[in-house]
C-alpha cells in the first residue's frame, strides 16, 4: 500500500503588533497552514498576510479556530455548551472564509486549536459541535487518531484526517503531553519519529513504550524555537512519501 503524508503548521496567530512564530521561513517546508481565526491569535490584517503567503507558495489553507481566550491563547479549557460552541466555530470559519473567498482560494480543512483540540478528543458535546460546524462548509478535519473525536465523526460521515505531532510527546495512552510553552527539540530526533509514525504506525512514548498511532498529516508548531529546523528536517526525511 502507497503512504502518503502532508505536512501542516499553525500560523497567522501574530496580533497587532505581537508577532508570533516564523510564518514567512516555515511557509516553503509545508503543504497546508491552519491559519488562525481571531480568538487565541490573528486579527484581519494577520489573516489576510497569511493567505497571501501561503497563495504564493501554493500552500493549501485551513481554519485554526479556537475557544473565546485570547490571553489565554486558546490553551485554556472552557465550559461552552454544544450549540453556543458550534456557533463560536462557525463565526471563525466565516471569517476567514471572506478572506479565502477574495484571495481566490478554497477552504481546505478544520483544525481545532488548543485545549478545544483536546476537549474534542475526550468530550462528546464538544466533538459533536465541532461536527456539527464541519458539516456546513463540508472539508475534512484534523485530529486525534484513535478517540473520541474520530470516532464521532467517522459516524457521522465526516472526513477525519489523522494528525501526528513533531515537536510533541505522547504518553502511554496515545494522548499528547500539552505544555503552556513550546520547547525546541531535537529537529533529527523529530524526523525520525515523523517516519516511524508514518511507515510503522507507532510512537515512543515518554515512559519508552512503543504505541500505536496513525499519521496523514504531520504538524509542526510555529511557535517551536527551532520551528523552521524542524519542519525542514522533516520534510527531508518524508521527502519521497509527501503528497
Same mark, same amino acid.
Given at each position: 500500500?502507497?503512504?502518503? =503524508? ?14 508570533? #512564530? ?12 491552519? +491559519? ?5 491569535? @490573528?486579527? /484581519?490584517? &494577520? ?18 479556530? @479556537? ?26 470559519? #466565516? ?13 481546505? &480543512?478544520?483544525? /481545532? ?12 458535546? %464538544?466533538? &459533536? ?17 484513535? %478517540? ?6 467517522? !459516524?457521522? #460521515?465526516?472526513?477525519?484526517? /489523522? ?5 510533541? *510527546? ?8 500539552? %505544555? ?5 527539540? @531535537? /529537529?533529527?530526533?523529530?524526523? *525520525? ?5 508514518? %511507515?510503522?504506525?507507532? =510512537?515512543?512514548?515518554? *515512559? ?11 504538524? +509542526? &508548531?510555529?511557535?517551536?524555537?527551532? !520551528?523552521?529546523?524542524?519542519?525542514? !528536517? +522533516?520534510?527531508?526525511?518524508?521527502? @519521497?512519501?509527501?503528497?
Amino acid at each position: 500500500m502507497s503512504i502518503s =503524508v502532508n505536512i501542516n503548521c499553525d500560523m497567522g496567530e501574530s496580533f497587532g503588533l505581537y508577532k508570533m #512564530g516564523e510564518d514567512e521561513k516555515i511557509m516553503p517546508f509545508i503543504s497546508e497552514a491552519n +491559519v488562525a481565526c481571531g480568538f487565541h491569535g @490573528s486579527d /484581519p490584517n &494577520h489573516m489576510a498576510k497569511t493567505l497571501r503567503l501561503a497563495k504564493e507558495h501554493g500552500v493549501k489553507v485551513g481554519a485554526h479556530f @479556537s475557544l473565546p481566550d485570547l490571553q489565554g491563547f486558546g490553551r485554556r479549557e472552557m465550559k461552552i455548551d454544544r450549540d453556543e460552541m458550534k456557533n463560536i466555530i462557525i463565526y471563525q470559519i #466565516g471569517a476567514l472564509k471572506g478572506f479565502l473567498d477574495e484571495a481566490g482560494m478554497q477552504l481546505n &480543512h478544520l483544525k /481545532p486549536h488548543g485545549a478545544l483540540y483536546g476537549m474534542a478528543a475526550k468530550y462528546e458535546e %464538544t466533538a &459533536h459541535a465541532v461536527a456539527d460546524a464541519a458539516q456546513i462548509f463540508n472539508v475534512p478535519v484534523f485530529g486525534l487518531s484513535g %478517540t473520541l473525536h474520530e470516532d464521532i465523526f467517522k !459516524a457521522r #460521515g465526516i472526513e477525519f484526517i /489523522p494528525e501526528f505531532f513533531a515537536d510533541l *510527546d505522547y504518553d502511554r495512552n496515545g494522548n499528547l503531553i500539552i %505544555t503552556r510553552e513550546h520547547h525546541a527539540v @531535537s /529537529p533529527q530526533d523529530a524526523a *525520525d519519529k515523523c517516519y516511524r509514525a508514518v %511507515t510503522e504506525g507507532v =510512537v515512543r512514548s515518554v *515512559d519508552g513504550i512503543d504505541i500505536d498511532v496513525n499519521a496523514k498529516t504531520i504538524c +509542526v &508548531h510555529s511557535d517551536t524555537p527551532n !520551528a523552521i529546523a524542524v519542519a525542514e !528536517a +522533516v520534510k527531508s526525511k518524508l521527502a @519521497s512519501f509527501i503528497s
